[in-house]
């Protein structure tokens, strides 16, 4: 069965720490998509980033990163050096090629609340 | 800016009534997917429509149902509304199994 797991519910910082939401997914698909969406108190749903299942490089955009381990089937997204702008819910997504549909199977959200 | 477009922002109505809402895709884009939020089920997949045609089901109920038109726009139909169906409404698209955008949601209050 498809599943995605965000075990933290929330948590809190100062900015300028580091903190690291972990996503942890399980899939029958040998052939998979990976997602981290963010929601930010108005709302909105942005995308982050995607993943496929064939690419476990770890990827840096500016203070954000993301690491995909197969082996663990975990794609661990990290903010360094957090601000208070990056409060927010984020969500990780699963979609699976198979069955000819991008649906997305969705974690429960960790809410990330940055203080000054 | 995502792109895709949701109206209304807000809809307020009452149970036993009938809504629709409505979701214009990015240009070019041939899918349209329609997710619920609500607190208690969080993040769901409704339905998808590619090209005009429905491509998957997901946890939609009887009372729900949706289309594409030709000009790729979809409506969700919120019909016997109860106060349950109390949720954020998100559409989102993509070009074929890729990215999804989102819409900036509706919010339904039924009271």
């Known amino acids: 069965a498809q599943k995605v797991t965000q075990a933290q519910t929330e948590i809190s910082v100062v900015e300028k720490e580091d903190v690291t939401l972990d996503c942890v997914y399980e899939t029958r698909d040998t052939t998979y998509y990976l997602f981290w969406y963010k929601q930010p108190p108005s709302g909105e749903l942005v995308f982050l980033i995607r993943r496929n299942s064939f690419d476990e490089q770890n990827e840096i955009s500016g203070r954000y990163s993301w690491n995909f381990q197969k082996s663990t089937s975990s794609f661990n997204f990290t903010i360094t050096a957090s601000q208070v702008v990056d409060s927010a819910v984020y969500f990780c997504?699963?979609?699976?090629?198979?069955?000819?549909?991008?649906?997305?199977?969705f974690g429960q959200g960790t809410t990330l609340q940055v203080k000054p | 800016d995502s792109g895709v477009t949701q109206t209304p922002k807000h809809l307020i109505t009452a149970t036993g009534q009938r809504v629709t809402l409505r979701c214009s895709p990015r240009?070019?884009?041939?899918?349209v997917y329609w997710y619920q939020q609500s607190l208690d089920q969080g993040l769901q997949f409704l339905i998808q429509y590619y090209n005009g045609e429905e491509r998957a089901k997901g946890n939609i109920l009887e009372r729900f149902s949706a289309q594409q038109f030709p000009d790729l726009h979809s409506e969700l139909n919120l019909s016997s509304l109860e106060l349950g169906d109390s949720a954020l409404y998100f559409c989102a698209s993509s070009l074929q199994q890729d990215t999804q955008y989102f819409g900036p949601g509706t919010r339904l209050t039924v009271l």
């Open positions: 240009s070019g884009d041939l899918s």
């Open positions: 997504a699963l979609s699976e090629f198979s069955g000819n549909t991008g649906k997305l199977i």
